[in-house]
Every structure is written in structure tokens, then in C-alpha cells.
């Protein structure tokens, strides 16, 4: 059993250089004095209050602290007003700004001209002032101008005296709105380290820096495999960190049987020394994404700074692993949401340097707060095949076949559902999870030496199956010659089958490594998302990651500030949230997801 003792709950806390990004709310108003604005002024600004209130109450960032919202010092009324508060968010760090009224307001100005902050506008639906003819010309006004903005409009009239209490469709869209601005703002002037160069020829290990540019407004830093070594060498890693690490490892992670040959298996005494190896390659890989400031005891001040990573990936194949043990255990336990340091927020990593899946789970956890899985999409196993290998008929989720997701690297262990929500299997964000939850996470896994066919150098891969039932989100960025980045995103489920039947569908492949059995959620109608197999068939890459929920509608909102398309998702229309930009594209959704994305281009270039 896992000593829970060890995993207390750490406060949240800033890894990254720069400050957290901020809220804005901009209350804006009738201009025109003598009784108009006069009669505005209170409801107004309740109006801004309640926003903020809204939004400090029900999120937090990804990494687990308070949101901060700034309102502007006085309601904007015209240019004068709107610039001293363009003024005021600039020193207060605001990246994502929502403009609130009331009423009836001069839009272009009034409006957010800043063209490098997140936008969206609350017009309240009443017929006392015209609220919503202001968030029809202001939406107008940013559309011709080039400076999309997200319109929140309430489905239903309200009373004026009621304008502060929020209705329950604004509160979703602003929710949506304020996630998925924040997660953008999150990534700019972070970066991304690769740690190698490209594993095995897969193409998302070819670090593209223009897209990280452009698109996201993060940078590149490079690290050969080769400073891990000189780290070992030298033993640039604290010291007493490192002992209390491996003691920890050795007590909570369980190792499970050696598959390989008996002939072949490397001795006990080798592996002790690879279990330390893998403790110490933890280590390292986190100093050199966020830096140690214990490193400085060594005079190591340069050492001590880390890349400011909010993302990283390890090559590792196979220039690293025809040698060394591999980076299992560093990626999982980095992507977890604890290790000997007790519950925390988990750090970001993709194994085979794959930087486009490490996107992939760096949106999800931006979105979320909560550890990513990191998995090959390996097989599609239709209902005939399953029932033809194992004589079982699959029934239940399973019932339209299955897909099998499976990898030695970086799936978090938060994957094992072993945590609860409404007494359900679920994972969470660090913040909400136990140590008795974290302790059954590492319970559920078995530490399994590694298949020396694939990795000569040996190493330790965690083994576990995801319970079944927990809602989840697939999601792969891939990046296409002529087009750009693009997104996809599949909602569906976690599936259990019988013992007997994974354990003889996981022997086909290596059962060394941790499963997700993933049920796609499907139409039945032509598509992409017709079956199962479709979905498979229609993935466009070999990894994936996944997040727990279904995150879908707030990944679309991502992309579209991104200005990502998104070529392939089963998120119904209803709950498809994008800039009023997009209505201009024509009727179809995708199609015109495409040409906004187009005209506007890139983010940041």
C-alpha cells in the first residue's frame, strides 16, 4: 500500500516566469450626460461586479490559484474612458477582457481596441435600455474592424432591476468564454523544451517553431539527450532531493513481473541502478523545464533557471534508449499530479518528443487543471474481432467496438479513475484530490521493467487499466502542408471489459504498458463519427491525448482564439461556442470555421 502519509496537499503556486494573467471588466455606458448616463451608472457597474464575482467564485487557473479580475475605474462612456482603462489593464497584466452594458453605448468608442487582449461582450437582454442593440453594433464594429469578439446574448428578457443576477445560459457562455481565453494567455511567452530531436521519424516530434510562434506565442528551446548525462555525471540535481525521491519510489511504486525472456533479463543489481536512474532523469527533466533555485548551493545560478517550459518532450527512442533506461517513469510520474513532493499540479511532457500531442495535453490541462494521458491510438477492435479472439460478446459500452489506447510513456496515473467525484471514477485537479485518492492511483499501478526488444537500456513502465465509465476527451493537433495546424477532438467514454478478455486482447501487444479501453461517442450517420472504426480510421496521427470530461465545446472556443480549425470533432451545435466573426463564413459551421480561420490568421503573427 502507498504511504499516504508522504502525499500531503502543496498550495498552489507560479512555476513560470511572468505574471499571472489578469481579467478585465469593462463596464461600458451611455455617454450623453443631463440624466442619461446619470440614471446608468450604478447598474452598470453592478453589472461588472457581478461578472467579477461570477468568475473568481466558480474558476481557478490551471495551476490551482485565484483568478484576479480588474474592473475599470469608471464606467467607459467614449474614447477618453476607454483609453484609461486600455491603460490600466496594460500595467495590471490583463490578457482577457469582457466588456458588460446594460444599455445602449457609442461601439467603436467604447470598445477594446487592443488587438493583443482575448475579447468577448455581455449585452443584457432587456427592453428598458437596448443592451443587445449595443452588443449587435459593437460585435459589428470589431468584425469590420479585424478584432474578433466572443458575443454573449441571454436567451430570455429581463427586468432592468434585475440586470446583476446572471442568467444561467450568460453564466455558461462567460464560464466558457474566461477558460478558454485564460488557457491562450496562459501559453504566450512560455516555452516549449525539446529535449532530443525526433523519435523514430514520427513527424510530431519535428519541432515546428513557426507554428509555436505564431499560434500559440510561446517559444523554442532545445536540450540535447546528452545534458542528462553530463546532470548524472556531475550531479547537477539536488542531492537530498534526490535520495528522499528514490526512497519514496521504491516504497510506493510497486514493480510488477519482468516480461522478457529469462535469459535475456538484466540482473537485480542492474536494476536497482536503473530505478535510480529513472529517479534522477525526473529530476531533471523538471530543473531543466521551471529550474531549481537549491541548485544555486552549487554555484549552479545558470543551471538554477530552468527554460520556463511550460511543455515538454523527450525523444528518448531511440538514441537514448538503445543505451540508457527509458523516460517512463520521468514522464509519467512529472504528468501525475503527485510524487515524493506530495500532490501538486502536474508538469507537462510528451514522450517520443511528440510536441504536437504535447499541445494536445497542454490544452486539456489548461482547460481543466488536471494531469493528461498520453496515449498511441494502437487498434480499433470491432465487435466481431473481440468476440472471434476471446469468445466474448461485447455488450455495453462496448457494444460497438472499442479502441485501444496504449503506450509506454507519459499516461499520468491520475488515468487509473482511481479518485472519486459524486462517487464515481473520475480524476481531478490537484487541488480537489485526497492522499487517499492518490494512494489508490499508485496502488492500481505496477511498475514493469521494460521490453528490452524495444528498450535495450531497460527502464520502468507503468501498467494499470483506466476504470470505465468516466466521461473523457480525445485530442490531437496536427499540423498539414497548405493548410496549418488543425484539431481534432472525439468525446466518449472509458470502458471496462472482463479480466479474461483484456487480458488476452493486451498480451497481442505489450502488456508492460497502461491501457484505456475508449469508447468514442458515435452518430451512426456519415462521417468521421459514424463508428467506431470511423473514428479510428479518421484520426490523423498516432498519438493522442486524453482529459478527463467531456471538454470538447471549450476546446472548440480554444481553437477558434487560436484561429485552429477544427477538422473533426462530435460536439453537438449547441454547444459549438465561437466569435461572432465566424457568422460571416457562411451557414456551415466547419466550412466556415475554415475561412475565418484563414482570413484572420495566426494569433500572433
Known sequence: MADISSLKLNPPENRYRGALPKIGIRPTIDGRRRGVRESLEVVTMDLAKAAAKLI???????????????IADSTIGGVAEAAACQDKFSRENVQVTLTVSPCWCYGSETMDMDPTTIKAVWGFNGTDRPGAVYLAAVL??????GLPAFGIYGRDVMDFADAAKIPNDVKDKILSFIKSGLAAAWMRGKSYLSIGSVAMGIAGSISNADFFQEYLGMRNEYVDMSELVRRFEEKIYSEVEYKRALAWTL???KVGPDNNPA???????QKDETWKTCVKMALIVRDLMVGNPDLRRKKLDEEALGHNAILAGFQGQRQWTDHFPNGDFMEVILNSSFDWNGIRSPYVVATENDGLNGVSMLFGYLLTGQAQVFSDVRTYWSPAAIERVTGWKPEGGAANGLIHLINSGSAAIDGTGKQRKDGKAAWKPFWEISPEEAGACLDAVSWRYGSLGYFRGGGYSSDFISEGGMPVTMTRLNLVKGLGPVLQIAEGFTVTIPDHVHDKLDLRTDPTWPTTWFAPRVTGEEGPFKDVYSVMNNWGANHGAVSYGHNGADLITLASILRIPVCMHNVTEDRIYRPSYWNAFGMDKEGSDYRACTALGPLYK
Open 56 to 70: 473568481t467564485e466558480n474558476l481557478r487557473h490551471p495551476n490551482g490559484q485565484p483568478i484576479q479580475c480588474v
Open 263 to 269: 535469459e535475456e533479463q538484466h540482473s537485480q543489481k
Open 251 to 253: 516504497e510506493n511504486c
Open 140 to 145: 459589428a464594429a470589431h468584425n469590420q474592424k
